[in-house]
């Protein structure tokens, strides 16, 4: 089985810091995906939306601490692995009493970051059934130069757009700053099936299939009242998805 690969948030409010912190998970093979946040509260809404695996988070921040924000996410379902990440030793028994899965110094050194992603990967392994795959229930999208948060299944059908991806939904559509492979990943668990390589489709939705005389497939969406073709190389996988011969 392929090993999943760990989606982390940098929680920091210097840039600096973020930035080297970054560049130090990118080059472990681990970690698939990295995220930033400069403060608690836009790490909060980056949590809900994206629902990463692992936070590495400062403790002196302005406004909400790291301390804070770590008491806040122990109310989630299924919180993230927290790995503090601070130049102050004096928190550390507070940190592993809200089950921190490891306290490091910084600056910090890739051997010691690598010790860390050890025991974040030893904490998942042990609480993800079966794929590990964590359902997204909503999505970070933005229209018109403002940030929004939507359900997925208000979600129809997804088209790539280069490096960003285009969402439809029957109230009107969204720009996503993640390509559509990586929307695939983490959609798949929620009812969403890729059918050519530049759409999704909300299995949901999908009300008709058309198929040409040639062969060629297309769903029908009665929501947004669009077809979406369906490439040859995926259509054996999505008839059997839809049940159809």
Do not use: W
């Not at 970070?140 to 490096?163: N, T």
């Amino acid at each position: 089985m392929t090993q999943q690969l760990l989606s982390a948030l940098i929680v920091d409010d210097e840039p600096p810091i973020r930035a080297e912190l970054r560049y130090l998970l990118e080059q472990d093979s681990r970690v698939g995906t990295v995220s930033e946040a400069g403060n608690g509260t836009e790490a909060v809404e980056r949590i809900l939306a994206d629902r990463p695996d692992a936070i590495f988070l400062d403790i002196q921040m302005p406004g909400m601490s790291g301390i804070k924000l770590a008491e806040t996410l122990k109310n989630l379902k299924t919180p993230p692995a927290v790995v503090f990440v601070t130049a102050f030793s004096e928190h550390a028994a507070t940190a592993f009493e809200l089950d921190a899965v490891d306290y490091v110094m910084k600056p910090v050194e890739t051997n010691r970051l690598s010790k860390a992603l050890d025991k974040i990967t030893a904490k998942l392994s042990s609480g993800r059934p079966g794929t590990g795959v964590e359902r997204t229930h909503r999505l970070a999208v933005e229209r018109g130069g403002s940030r929004a948060f939507i359900p997925v299944s208000d979600i129809c059908y997804i088209e790539a757009r280069a490096d960003y991806s285009q969402v439809i939904c029957p109230g009107g559509e969204y720009l996503v700053n993640e390509s559509i492979s990586e929307l695939e990943r983490r959609l798949t668990e929620d009812g969403f099936i890729r059918v050519h390589r530049s759409y999704i489709v909300n299995v949901d939705d999908v009300h008709d299939v058309e198929v040409s005389r040639g062969g060629l497939i297309e769903l029908r969406l009665d929501r947004v009242d669009a077809s979406v073709p369906v490439s040859r190389r995926r259509a054996t996988e999505v008839k059997g998805r839809l049940g159809i011969g």
